[in-house]
């Protein structure tokens, strides 16, 4: 698992992890009963749940993750110059993975220090 990303991709990664995993079970729970009939029943009620469950999930972060990106700030990448959304104070870019932030003091590099780097070289 790389958590190495941006927290919109983090979050919509979790969300395709949990469908997958849901459809996943209920698949698995479905072939549970052409298996082994009555018993399998019993696994199929259980996967469906289950995976009944973890679609619900996906969809909560889906949606949380779609409210959270129109809260987002847009701003140009300094490091790659695309453009890519961040949440909260600091969050990595979505294209170069370079940890960006807001906050003054938290930062180590400013933006026009990183232009007369590259420039520089
Ligand atoms: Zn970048």
Not at 11 to 19: A, D, P, S, V
Not at 49 to 72: D, K, P, Q, R
Request: aromatic fraction near 8%; charged fraction near 15%.
């Amino acid at each position: 698992m790389k958590f190495k990303t941006a927290k919109i991709n983090a979050f919509r990664t979790w969300g395709l992890l949990l469908t997958m995993l849901g459809m996943g079970l209920m698949v698995l729970g479905t072939a549970g009963i052409v298996f082994w009939g009555s018993t399998g029943k019993v696994f199929a009620g259980i996967g469906l749940v289950i995976g009944l469950i973890s679609m619900m999930a996906s969809l909560a972060i889906y949606f949380w993750a779609g409210m959270l990106s129109t809260s987002a700030v847009q701003l140009e990448c300094p490091e790659c110059h695309k453009l890519t959304k961040m949440l909260g104070k600091t969050d990595r870019c979505m294209f170069c993975h370079t940890i960006l932030t807001m906050d003054p003091a938290e930062a180590n590099i400013t933006a026009e220090q990183l232009k007369s780097q590259q420039l520089n070289q």
